[in-house]
């Protein structure tokens, strides 16, 4: 029997397995925000490939679950034959499950894929969930791309600021307080963090994917690919014991009779659970210790983010003033200066940094319209020009070998309307009431939020995106727990804590601006914390209405980019030198 | 046998029925903020007369546990001898009592005293909870006040804006929504507002003791005390069936068979979830519907409001006229106005409104230091002068028969110190922040609360209690779901809700400072809302730093008050005219 497509070859598979239908998560074991070609298994069988959704394939019908993001994407990625496309949070699955099939229907998962918070979530559902650790997907994706094998490189304590003896130290020190025996590690850069490596099976996020073991007493079991580890010294191997990856769940099982597990439900695949219970262990739901651990970022750290700022600062300059002087020139000859080609062009600059590594994410390179495409990656098909008319956001970061780095820069090269001199002043205006605030030490991320959107808001306008997100060091570009959106973030923000500030404004087919800086948090006066920004690349002012602008807007400004310019004019090119003296000349005597 | 104290009876009671301990909260079955003298079960056994606490008696310690509010009252109140003082929330009882008694231990609780979410956490303290239906208190306190058998008054439809048979219609349309077959009211607002009537068990609390049951076809059985009925026409009383309040339980138990009950975990007696169980029903865990039909007020009870908010300005403002008038008068005679004057005097203009029916909380009338204590009552012994040298504050409000008023003045009646004024302006800027805010509808009282406190933080102070509070209509003065503060408010905020905005600043043995209107939250442009004040009465702009205040502070003042003396001036008394005039003359001019 020949199958036309791969999701008439699953269907046939479920049928034999006698299962009504799948589950088929956008997840790798891990919980990755970008995966590896290996793991694309909802790519693979519907053709989506955005960052988030969640498949159910059934007898007679197909569904894809995507949020808001991505329902433009799914619609044109999807064969609609085939799939219907519904709302991820508006119409959550399991709700979808428990209204529209029989109970009892027998709806199969793999467990590395589905996290134990959703397998709850799913159980209301009424279906009986059927775990295959045999994923039929495996047997019908004949041309599957091999598992990553990216090579694990030792980072030198002189970056981390702390050996891993002492890391796992502390950990054992809190799983001893919590009463557990061991902690399941699954998250990489958790991973990373503690064993200070990093890692390169994923394209622009440097942490290997593998599973660990912590024991309460600091010993470390490691699951990895042993062809990844050629790179690491006998030090740290020689401190712990390692596993290939596919031994993980065995030796849960092994390891579990009589033992208590720490697991965060949040993010441990649910199959670390059932083979924990098979072996006769208890399970301690709490939240990872490493990942507060990790976010309170010690003093070599911060010393790292804040010089591998300057770097990258210096890059943007380099990259705005070539942009800037070109721009006009070249839409005057009638060859603009396009999208692509200017993050080319950045690239450029940034390789010129002594410790520049890779990107720290995609770039988003986006003029006029595409930048109101939150998401937006140019493409050849894509492409537009950068002209004086529009406005041209730059989203883009490093990573350094002693730091990460994130900004967003929304320029002007020409003469704006006055709707968008109105946006780009009220995302300003956002930005700047957030990143000057002082709060009490412990405040939360939703405390805050709404400072960076209140002169939107104003308007009767709003963003449909979080205002701000943690950023490892030289780990992932979005990193948990601290976050400041709209959403609940119980966590509280603390000096040490390394965050975005980046509000914006969107407005579909036209135009969309974005301004974002990374900071730190720092203590000021007693009890209360302020934002010490990392980020030092001029803020454009020439599409701002000043008049808007308050006595405090203008001091903050006046002082970022007398920072800025003191900072960065020993380290930019002579050429751009004379811009980067413009781009940070004072407000206050502008205005007056 | 003779008994020295209560203590000393209750544990010779509990040793007799083998009980290890007890717990008694501050609390009556309808976890009222204000409780009858009926129910001051904690007072009687420890001495401490605050709203909120809970006592362990063990057979050789008693443990009180109050808040941070408290901490100082209860040292005061309580015979330190016999009772340890802990803190709620730094030291959750049921964590105390694991790690410091027993496991297994037999600790004794009133269930209609304790609300399911408290038994749940409580269960986790590892004793043997043990529910006392004929509890012991009931059996020493000898001369226990009676319960209160107040009158129930009809609330005519002509205010409440909705019959009792469309709001019976729109809970039965909930309940078969949620497959449920009865809703267990115990929360006397709620019934209050189902049942269109007040009553006047508590003084100062308009709402019956009572229970009700609901059925999802609207039938309603109520359970009150006969003698509260004589004043209710025969309308109300045909289209329900009553039952003593005594029933209330039995009638629970012999319902229940097969039916499910709605029971809201946060506010119904563990009893009654007892009750419901025994009777074979199932229970179905979820918020109240009345509590948010409530909250969302209906045109006529809005208008209500409205009405009712004119004639308390013009009563505050005769009040305030006076004030002013009076002070430097007697400071210079040497007879002071005294916080009890004071206070006295602006009842009797209150009690000249047509509507006016009783004051909507014990008002707080606080000079100079007094004022640092948030919930300071005056009394002969600390009764202050108000002076031209320090602030005087008033928090009170008044219940009418349309409308129910709450605001907060803190006045200044001669030349200030630089602190002081740097703070009242602080305070100010938090509340004109807050409440010229534009926000999308929907938006969560936590998202917003910042707004009033980044004042007072810039100068690194805060306060320590929430910024706003729903207020009921002709109800209760502190109304559910909605409350902006720091802590975490799921409900979203929609036009027709009422709160109050009130930022403070306290410094202990100096002085305090509370500005406080009370709001509607109004529609404004698509998808958004912003606050209208209902609250009329003049802000004290003589203690301000003008120059700290910003221009869309400014205007936001000068419109307030424009509509303050356009609202009022017709109705204020001629002495209290050129006051009004003159304190609600435009800043604009002031500063220029």
Same mark, same amino acid.
């Given at each position: 029997m020949q199958h036309t497509s791969p999701l008439a070859a699953l269907r046939s598979l479920l049928k034999e397995r006698e299962l009504d239908g799948m =589950?088929?998560?956008?997840?790798? #074991?891990?919980?990755?925000?970008?995966?590896?070609?290996?793991d694309a298994k909802l790519e693979f069988i519907s053709g989506f490939d955005g960052s988030a959704g969640l498949a159910l394939i059934l007898a007679d019908r197909a569904l894809l679950f995507v949020d808001g993001r991505y329902q433009v994407q799914a619609h044109q990625q999807v064969n609609l034959s085939e799939f219907e496309i519904h709302? @991820?949070?508006?119409e959550p699955i399991h709700l979808w499950m428990r209204e529209n099939l029989p109970s009892g229907q027998r709806i199969a998962f793999e467990p590395m894929l589905i996290v134990n918070n959703q397998y709850e979530q799913l159980r209301t559902s009424g279906c009986d969930l059927v775990a295959v650790n045999d994923d039929p997907i495996n047997k019908i994706w004949t041309e599957r791309p091999a598992a990553p094998r990216g090579a694990i490189h030792p980072m030198p304590v002189e970056i981390s600021g702390e050996s891993t003896a002492s890391k796992c130290a502390r950990v054992a020190e809190a799983l001893t307080r919590e009463g557990v025996d061991y902690l399941a590690l699954t998250l990489p850069d958790n991973i990373a963090w503690l064993l200070n490596v990093r890692g390169s099976d994923i394209a622009m996020s440097p942490v290997p994917l593998s599973f660990a073991l912590i024991k309460n007493d600091g010993a470390v079991e490691w699951f990895v690919d042993e062809a990844k580890l050629q790179q690491l010294d006998s030090g740290l191997l020689d401190s712990l014991k390692t596993h290939s990856a596919d031994a993980f769940l065995p030796r849960c099982k092994q390891l579990a009779a009589g033992k208590r597990f720490l697991l965060d439900g949040d993010n441990t695949p649910v #199959?670390?659970?059932?083979?924990?219970?098979?072996?006769? *262990?208890?399970?301690?739901?709490?939240?990872d210790p490493v990942t507060l651990m990790k976010a309170n970022k010690n003093s070599v750290e911060l010393e790292g983010y804040r010089s591998s700022h300057v770097e990258d600062g210096a890059a943007w300059v380099n990259f705005l003033a070539w942009l800037s002087h070109e721009v006009p020139l070249r839409e005057a000859a009638g060859n603009p200066i396009t999208e692509l080609e200017a993050q080319e062009k950045q690239l450029t600059f940034r390789q010129q940094c002594e410790n520049f590594w890779e990107q720290s994410?995609?770039?988003?390179?986006?003029?006029?319209?595409?930048a109101a495409m939150c998401h937006y990656h140019s493409a050849p098909e894509t492409n537009f020009a950068i002209t004086s008319k529009e406005f041209y956001l730059n989203d883009s970061g490093g990573q350094y070998y002693n730091g990460t780095t994130d900004a967003t820069r929304t320029l002007n090269f020409g003469q704006l309307d006055g709707q968008r001199r109105l946006h780009y002043t009220a995302v300003l205006k956002g930005f700047l009431? =957030?990143?000057? @605030?002082?709060?009490?030490q412990g405040t939360q991320g939703h405390q805050l939020d709404?400072?960076?959107?209140?002169? =939107?808001?104003?308007? *009767? =306008?709003?963003?449909d995106h979080g205002t701000g997100h943690g950023v490892g060091h030289c780990l992932l570009i979005h990193e948990n727990p601290h976050r400041m959106a709209k959403k609940v973030n119980p966590w509280p923000m603390l000096p040490g804590n390394v965050l975005t500030i980046e509000p914006g404004y969107y407005l579909?087919?036209?135009?969309?601006i974005r301004i974002e800086n990374q900071v730190e948090v720092v203590a000021s006066r007693p009890g209360f914390c302020k934002f010490a920004s990392l980020t030092l690349i001029p803020i454009d002012l020439s599409a701002v209405d000043l008049s808007l602008l308050s006595e405090q807007d203008i001091a903050w400004l006046d002082d970022y980019h007398q920072q800025v310019r003191e900072?960065?004019?020993?380290? &930019?090119?002579?050429? #751009?030198?004379?811009?980067?003296?413009?781009?940070?000349?004072? &407000?206050?005597?502008?205005?007056?």
């Open positions: =589950l088929i998560p956008r997840a790798d #074991a891990h919980q990755s925000e970008y995966c590896a070609p290996f709302h @991820l949070h508006d #199959a670390v659970r059932f083979a924990v219970e098979q072996g006769g *262990g208890e399970i301690e739901w709490l939240a994410f995609g770039t988003i390179s986006a003029a006029a319209s595409n009431s =957030l990143i000057s @605030l002082q709060f009490p709404a400072f960076a959107r209140r002169p =939107l808001w104003e308007l *009767g =306008l709003d963003y579909a087919g036209s135009h969309g900072t960065l004019s020993p380290l &930019v090119s002579s050429d #751009a030198r004379p811009w980067l003296i413009e781009a940070t000349a004072p &407000v206050r005597a502008q205005r007056a």
